[in-house]
């Protein structure tokens, strides 16, 4: 794409390096194709990017970069596309702006959306425009997986299912996903820019940019450090109320306890085989008395103070509650 018009035409490797030598303010858009590394020479000499520093343009596999050469400088930029991290290569100078990418990028596209309203001065400028587009790729992600975790956190308080579990350590594996592909990548690039703000002969109008780019860097890390607190909150929130759930039980198993523990007591007793018993407990009515009227009366003194001190009644509201979940 030739600027500042706009003129956009798909050209062969040869015709782009010929309009790299000697067009003023271009785009060169090079899009490889998935999963096989590029034969022959290295895209940069195809190219005429002599750099012995460029050899890496294009390859697969490489980290976050933000490297300056003198009057040119070379980026690694990590986007969002369809929910995956991907890396565009960037080779920027006074005259244009190479980027390189593995399949089609939703990141140029939008950046070339923007040009009839933003309408770049220089080539710097629409690098800007690109890393800020990277980054807003990285806060559609971060503030579509906030809003997420907090329906799902709702979901979890109406009622509670376990594939939400699972759900939850999705959403939290994509919050450290952003983070640990944005934090390098921010530190690299935040510390060559500031060194290279400075130097004397850095524009005021770029430290502009510049700042405004590490002010939205910022913002984007805080949005997906939010969603990080977000995904632990709603963890914590789940646990909280499966615990909730175990404590219910737990008592409910102690109450039935204490009620059947003394009459475990009794029918060991009369079961064991001593004198007294087998020799002065051998009517009927001594058995009906002893054996059985002992613990029906303690059932029922059981289920009295039940109803007395209240737990029954908490146990049966805290089951309604659960069902209501």
Same mark, same amino acid.
């Given at each position: ?14 015709? #782009? ?26 895209? #940069? ?5 002599? !750099? ?5 343009? $294009? &390859?697969? +596999?490489?980290?976050?970069? &933000?490297?300056?050469? $003198?009057?040119?400088? &070379? ?7 369809? +929910? ?38 220089? !080539? ?15 806060? *559609? ?7 997420? /975790?907090?329906? %799902? ?24 996903? %952003? ?40 913002? /984007? ?19 909280? %109320? /499966?615990?909730?759930?175990?404590? +219910? /039980? ?20 009369? $079961? ?12 009927? !009515?001594?058995?009906? %008395?002893?054996?059985? $009227?002992?613990?029906? &009366? ?21 089951? +309604?509650?659960?069902? *209501?979940?």
């Amino acid at each position: 794409m030739s600027m500042p018009d706009g003129t956009m035409t798909r050209a062969h490797v040869s015709e #782009a390096r010929e309009r790299l030598a000697t067009s003023p303010f271009l785009l060169v858009d090079v899009e490889l194709p998935e999963g096989s590394p590029p034969a022959g020479q290295p895209l #940069a000499h195809l190219l005429g990017l002599e !750099a012995e520093d460029l050899e890496w343009l $294009g &390859a697969e +596999g490489e980290s976050a970069r &933000a490297e300056f050469f $003198g009057d040119s400088a &070379a980026f690694v930029v990590p986007a969002i596309e369809a +929910g995956e991290v991907v890396h565009v290569h960037l080779v920027v100078t006074e005259r244009y702006l190479v980027t390189v990418h593995r399949g089609a990028a939703r990141l140029v596209e939008n950046l070339v959306a923007r040009f009839p309203n933003e309408r770049p001065a220089d !080539a710097v400028a629409m690098l800007f425009l690109l890393l800020d587009e990277a980054l807003e790729t990285y806060r *559609e992600s971060a503030v579509q997986a906030l809003l997420d /975790v907090e329906d %799902l956190e709702d979901e979890v308080f109406r009622r509670r299912q376990p594939e939400q579990v699972y759900r939850l350590a999705r959403l939290r594996r994509t919050a450290a996903r %952003l983070h640990h592909t944005l934090l390098p990548y921010h530190r690299v690039t935040e510390e060559t820019v500031t060194r290279r703000m400075m130097s004397g002969n850095f524009p005021e109008e770029r430290q502009r940019l510049v700042r405004e780019y590490q002010r939205t860097a910022r913002l /984007v890390l805080t949005d997906i450090e939010s969603l990080q607190e977000a995904a632990r909150r709603a963890f914590g929130t789940y646990s909280s %109320l /499966v615990s909730g759930d175990q404590n +219910g /039980v737990i008592n409910r198993l102690a109450i039935v306890s204490t009620i059947f523990l003394p009459l475990t007591f009794l029918t060991g007793f009369f $079961g064991m085989n001593f004198a007294y018993l087998t020799n002065e407990l051998e009517s009927g !009515a001594v058995f009906w %008395l002893l054996a059985v $009227g002992l613990q029906v &009366a303690f059932l029922a003194v059981a289920l009295y103070v039940l109803h007395r001190t209240g737990l029954w009644r908490r146990l049966r509201d805290d089951d +309604g509650r659960t069902d *209501e979940d």
